[in-house]
């Protein structure tokens, strides 16, 4: 019933890896790009990856730069984010997002969704 539903979060030491993947319901957010963002206990929402509609191009915040990447596969309607050399920072609800809106204010990236999934729990011991 869900539009979009995370899954493959879990609990693993620093240093490890997961793969996290967001299903997309039938061809709603057909052309959008896609994202992902996590919000850790006590702290605000914040950006992680999004991903181009065609996968050409992608952003990443600048902590999970050279650590996470970012992957689509629409013929199955599904969004990844590969999660190596995980932190304890890391730990945080991860969602997934349909970019609603996308601009370059200043230079930079911005992805403001329109939907979110429910979100999957990560959690990193150190």
């Known amino acids: 019933q869900e539009d979009l539903v995370e899954s493959g979060g879990g609990l693993v030491q620093a240093g490890e890896s997961l793969r996290l993947s967001c299903t997309t319901a039938?061809?709603?957010?057909?052309?959008?790009?896609m994202g992902w963002f996590r919000q850790a206990a006590g702290k605000e929402r914040e950006f992680v990856a999004a991903?181009?509609?065609?996968?050409?191009?992608?952003h990443y915040a600048n902590s999970v730069k050279g650590r996470f990447t970012i992957s689509n596969e629409n013929a199955k309607n599904t969004m990844y984010l590969q999660m190596n050399d995980l932190r304890p920072e890391d730990t945080a609800v991860y969602y997934c997002?349909?970019?609603?809106?996308?601009?370059?204010?200043?230079?930079?990236?911005?992805?403001?969704?329109?939907?979110w999934g429910p979100g999957t729990q990560v959690t990193v011991s150190s």
């Open positions: 991903i181009t509609w065609n996968g050409d191009n992608t």
């Open positions: 039938g061809h709603m957010f057909r052309g959008l790009d």
């Open positions: 997002a349909a970019c609603g809106h996308v601009s370059f204010l200043g230079g930079y990236y911005q992805c403001r969704p329109s939907d």
